[in-house]
């Protein structure tokens, strides 16, 4: 008795499943929402410095590539001033989901001109990389609202670049280290001496654990050489990995007092957003019954 077999999807077919899943469109609404609105706190609580820095001498100001590219001037009080306000009140006009392309792309542009002239002058944040990959992928995903369970290739696309747009800043960060250090970056005492110049007190009390700093380098580094698999894992196995990272970053911060925030929020593309903050979870049916 033979039994009939579907034939395997193409290679092609695959792959577009893949790059560009089935995703819900309320899923791009929340993200929107949660991108935008950070990327205002970001310029008044973490890249906050372009007010500051446009008082500094010009002398100092070395503009970095892409600003000569796009023939953006150098930064004074008023510039910046005004800069800032497009930024705020484009991010809330696209966090609202009204002109949201447009809108989109302006805080885009905006975004990259401001973080860029702290660039400038020597200060180059790597976390933010994700973050400029969700602030272009996301005006092209297509229209959203809350509630939406309508399923897009668009939206999931502009997911998949997130995606992997935070991934990169795992992996080429362990691959910076290998390039510079080799394999023997690991059994330095990189961690220690950071630890040790600039730790918290928590810190100095992990240096105290035996053999503590090259173990957490040694998972450092293997950990962000296997962050491509975020991009095939599925459910437990993806959920138990982003909390790894979410964690390493937790810890960074309380022994350090480095913060990558911009990151830890990309990192949201891997969740099922809409499954806590959409209109059928139990917080949307909550804020629906107290809206009537």
Known sequence: MSVDTAPAPPARTRFRAWAAPLVPRERIFIFRVIIYLFAIADTLWICNDPPALARIPSSLYRPILLRDVL?????????????????????????????????????????????????????????????????????????ARWGDSTHSEAAGFAIRCIQIGAVCCYFLSAVTKVRFGGWGWANRVVVGWAFARRGTPFAHWLLTIPHFARMSQWLMILAETASPALLFLRRTPLAAFVCFFCLFHAITWATLGISFFPLIVCLLAFAPLEKVFGADSPLGRRVRRRSR
């Open 71 to 143: 023939h953006l001037p150098a930064p004074n009080p008023a510039y910046v001033a005004v800069l800032h306000i497009v930024l705020i009140t484009a991010a809330l006009l696209a966090a609202s989901g009204y002109l949201s392309r447009i809108a989109g792309i302006v805080v885009l542009l905006a975004f990259v001109d401001w973080v860029t002239i702290g660039y400038s002058f020597s200060k180059v944040d790597h976390d933010q990389y994700a973050f400029f990959v969700a602030l272009l992928a996301l005006p092209f995903a297509g229209k």
